[in-house]
Structures are given as structure tokens and as C-alpha cells.
């Protein structure tokens, strides 16, 4: 069992400890390990659909663009790019689409849809067709966040008034 000088000495060693200054490193990692904290907990308010609306959807619209972006699709058909939330206890997805036309095989569709509370039903709307930079133009535009807001309340409106909200 240590003594009282042994123990004491341990507690003035350790109090030394915390009054150095912090070095350049730990003090980047803390700065790098709260944003990082701070990122990870708003991606899961958002993915819950816990967060203010406005905030949900720029976060979709910004992850779709990215994702495009990342991707570049040149082909004329490609896998189609969706980015799934939740927005007032009902999933979505944005999905970023390949023409279906054969007649515009360069074109890209933006398409929304919303299910119904239950999940059974869907209603969908395009809300943007063009180029891969364009539709990325588009989504990073301040008001596409209000005018998707929205459309997805068009959508909701829409389930209700066929009685499958």
C-alpha cells in the first residue's frame, strides 16, 4: 500500500500534468474530434427526421449533389443516385435519374417522392431534368430548399386527398 508522501506526490505530478499548456497536436485533435462529434450528430437528427425541416432538406439536396458529383455519370444509362429522409415521420427519397427517353439519352431527371404515413403508398414528382452540372447547379441554389419543402408538401397533400395519407 503506498504511503501518504507517495500518494501525494502522485496527485501533485498529475495536477502538473493538466496545468501544461496543450501541444499543437492534441489541441488540433480535440478542434478536428468535436467538429467531427458535432457532424455525426446532426447526420443522425437528420436521418431521423429530428431536425428542422429546412435543415433536412438542405442536407439531402447538398448530399444528392455531391453524390452526382462524385459520380459523374457519362453513360447514357446508369444505376440511379437516391438519398433517402425522413421528413415529418414519412420517408422520402430524391432520386437523380437517367432519361427514360431514347430520343434525350444526355438528360437527367430529378425525381421526389413521399410515402404515406403507413408506408404503403407513394406519390412521386420530377422537379428538375437537365445536365449533371446543371441539376447540381440546381440543387445548390438557396431557394430549391424552400421550393422542395414544398413540392414534398404538394406530395403529402396529395396522399391525403386519395384518403392514403
Excluded: C, W
Excluded at 500518494?7 to 497536436?25: F, G, N, V, Y
Excluded at 474530434?33 to 447526420?43: G, T, V
Excluded at 459523374?72 to 435519374?97: C, D, H, M, W
Aim: hydrophobic share 35%; no cysteine; net charge negative.
Amino acid at each position: 500500500m503506498p504511503d501518504d508522501d507517495t500518494t501525494k506526490q502522485l496527485a501533485q505530478d498529475l495536477l502538473d500534468e493538466l496545468d501544461k499548456p496543450k501541444s499543437p497536436e492534441r489541441e488540433a485533435y480535440e478542434i478536428r474530434k468535436e467538429r467531427e462529434d458535432r457532424e455525426a450528430l446532426e447526420r443522425f437528427y437528420i436521418s431521423t427526421g429530428q431536425a428542422k425541416p429546412q435543415l433536412i432538406i438542405a442536407h439531402v439536396l447538398a448530399d444528392l449533389a455531391a453524390a452526382i458529383e462524385t459520380a459523374n455519370p457519362t453513360e447514357n444509362t446508369f444505376e440511379p443516385i437516391e438519398v433517402a429522409f425522413t421528413y415529418q415521420n414519412r420517408k422520402g427519397v430524391l432520386r437523380f435519374i437517367p432519361s427514360p427517353s431514347p430520343k434525350k439519352p444526355e438528360r437527367r431527371y430529378l425525381e421526389l417522392s413521399i410515402k404515406s404515413e403507413s408506408g404503403v403508398s407513394t406519390s412521386s414528382a420530377f422537379i428538375d431534368d437537365g445536365t449533371n452540372e446543371s441539376i447540381v447547379a440546381y440543387l445548390r441554389k438557396p431557394e430549391v430548399v424552400a421550393d422542395t419543402m414544398a413540392t414534398i408538401e404538394d406530395l403529402m397533400q396529395s396522399l391525403s386527398r386519395n384518403r392514403l395519407a
